[in-house]
């Protein structure tokens, strides 16, 4: 199975808890999804989704001059953000058991 599949499915609910506690921006969202494990995951991908959040008004956005190169475009969760976490949470849980479960019996 590729991973590339997977995180098509999950890259929302990956980017959402990325952002849970620390704003970041595009190219620090993507490495901290890395060093999360998720060294699959494309620079497009999460770009995407971040620019899809923002749109569908998960994300809050903001601008940070920098002096060595392109200003930053921060995103933030905000509170519709924070209930769509939850929900995604418990949506990844109950479908892991279930996956869990299976992969048990198939031994």
């Given at each position: 199975?590729?991973?590339?599949?997977?995180?098509k499915?999950?890259?929302?609910?990956?980017?959402?808890?990325v952002?849970?506690?620390?704003?970041?921006y595009?190219?620090?969202?993507?490495?901290?999804?890395r060093?999360?494990g998720?060294?699959?995951?494309?620079?497009?991908s999460?770009?995407?989704t971040?620019?899809?959040?923002y749109?569908?008004?998960?994300?809050?956005?903001?601008?940070?001059?920098?002096?060595e190169g392109?200003?930053?475009?921060?995103?933030?969760?905000n509170?519709?953000g924070?209930?769509?976490?939850?929900e995604?949470?418990?949506?990844?849980?109950?479908?892991?058991?279930?996956m869990?479960?299976?992969?048990?019996?198939?031994?």
């Open positions: 199975m590729e991973i590339s599949q997977l995180l499915g999950v890259l929302d609910l990956a980017v959402l808890a952002l849970r506690d620390d704003d970041g595009g190219y620090d969202v993507l490495r901290r999804l060093v999360a998720l060294e699959e995951v494309g620079d497009a999460v770009y995407g971040l620019r899809r959040l749109k569908a008004g998960l994300l809050t956005s903001y601008v940070v001059p920098s002096e392109p200003h930053r475009k921060y995103y933030s969760l509170e519709p924070r209930r769509r976490l939850t995604s949470v418990s949506t990844w849980r109950s479908f892991a058991s279930a869990e479960n299976l992969l048990k019996e198939a031994k």
